[in-house]
């Protein structure tokens, strides 16, 4: 199969063509034969786009496949432009912390999904690491699900064991949430300083036993200065940053809306979000990552916490370039290589993030001139609604190939 167009990677952007044989790109370069697929010059095509921090409730335990499961989040995420994700441990009954990560294995493969999906453990209080390697994810305090550290002590008791693992954190410090437990709004519960104080203690973690460490979700300007700061002196940290933390901020709630837009860690103040903006325009933040954590409409309105975001991946990453001057090689590093490069160690023989020979043929196409008006009907995720609907982005997702294959 022969793909053409404009193909973006992190270091440019230029009219192409793509040779695909079963599921790999097997060559690039401008004469390769009379093109399957031509895409307009409208169009931009990446690497498949990944979202590296999703919740797809799909579990061998008590999960909560009313939410979501492994193919509606597939579903979603293809409507997305999105090829592959990372799903995360916290589900209810119980959390896998240990080998049984197999069995969760064979049950992703036995549910079949058309994309890939990689699998965090959780680290809870006295955990292990397993035999084989994983990615981790640690809640340093309380969230959603009951995966989480009373005290800061205790993780890096259980963390001493996990010297050199690839760790994933939860930014948010326990003793202060439960100092703020009383006040009177969800923000206010979980104020900015729970999130800086969790940042630093993450980073000594990270630099003490020599993690690979991400932190999730990242929301609060303060915190940016002190990743800088351990970057420089070559702690191994990256960073995620969600939609709903670049476009939304506190000024747009109501007391309508405030169940639709609860999450953890919470909407910020008009000046982090900006925060947020620079951070991943300058590299400081690494990926997008929506945190998609499909609950009902209900459930959000009665207080819990989180929002569905795999459907409208692809559209979003058209308002940061269109309306928020992000190049499109800075959207190829941070929807496409950042996140390849995150997941590759335990894909193989998948090979994600770059349209090169050798890497997987999944691609995600968008149309830079077709805006699309965000409506619940379009939505695959199982809890069926978006906190965007009624927000148009100026463009939109055109076509998805998953591993050779053209699924939309
Ligand atoms: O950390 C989290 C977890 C997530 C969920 O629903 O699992 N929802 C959130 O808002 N934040």
Redesign the pocket.
């Known amino acids: 199969m022969i793909i053409q167009g404009t193909l973006v990677s992190s270091s440019g952007t230029g009219n192409n063509q793509i040779r695909i044989e079963n599921d790999r790109i097997v060559e690039v370069g401008s004469n390769l034969g009379k093109a399957d697929f031509s895409f307009s010059e409208h169009c931009l095509i990446f690497a498949g786009m990944g979202d590296i921090h999703i919740?797809a409730?799909d579990d061998i335990g008590e999960s909560q496949t009313y939410k979501e499961d492994f193919c509606t989040a597939s579903a979603a995420a293809i409507n997305g432009g999105v090829v592959h994700v990372a799903d995360?441990p916290?589900n209810p009954v119980p959390p896998i912390t240990d080998e049984s990560y197999r069995e969760k294995v064979l049950h992703l493969e036995k549910r079949n999904p058309t994309i890939h999906f990689t699998l965090y453990a959780g680290i809870g209080p006295g955990t292990k690491p397993l035999s084989f390697a994983v990615p981790y994810k640690a809640?340093m305090g309380p969230?959603?699900?009951d995966l989480y550290f009373k005290t800061l002590e205790q993780l890096d008791e259980t963390l001493s064991h996990y010297r050199g693992a690839n760790v994933s954190f939860?930014c948010e410090d326990p003793i202060l949430l439960e100092e703020h437990a009383v006040a009177a709004t969800h923000e206010e519960r979980r104020p900015p300083q729970c999130e800086v104080s969790a940042t630093r203690f993450a980073l000594q973690m990270i630099e003490k036993y020599d993690l690979k460490g991400k932190l999730?979700?990242y929301s609060v300007g303060e915190g940016l200065p002190l990743i800088r700061e351990a970057r420089s002196r070559g702690v191994n940290v990256t960073c995620e940053v969600t939609p709903h933390h670049l476009y939304f901020d506190q000024s747009d709630l109501t007391d309508q809306n405030r169940g639709k837009m609860?999450?953890?860690?919470p909407l910020r103040t008009i000046s982090d979000r900006h925060a947020m903006l620079d951070a991943l325009r300058d590299g400081t933040l690494d990926y997008l990552a929506t945190?998609h954590?499909?609950?009902t409409l209900d459930e959000n309105e009665q207080g819990?916490?989180?929002?569905p975001h795999l459907d409208t991946y692809g559209a979003f990453v058209t308002w940061l370039i269109l309306d928020q001057n992000f190049s499109p090689q800075q959207a190829a590093s941070f929807c496409s290589e950042n996140p390849g490069n995150f997941v590759n160690p335990y894909v193989a023989p998948k090979k994600f993030g770059k349209i090169e020979a050798g890497y997987t043929a999944s691609l995600t196409v968008l149309n830079m001139k077709e805006p699309i008006t965000i409506q619940r009907k379009d939505m695959k995720t199982k809890c069926g609604w978006s906190p965007f609907e009624g927000i148009t982005f100026p463009g939109s997702v055109e076509s998805v190939f998953v591993e050779g294959q053209k699924v939309r």
Request: with cysteine; aromatic share 4%; charged share 10%.
């Open positions: 919740h409730r995360m916290n809640y969230s959603v699900g939860h999730c979700h609860q999450m953890n860690p945190d954590a499909p609950h819990v916490s989180g929002q």
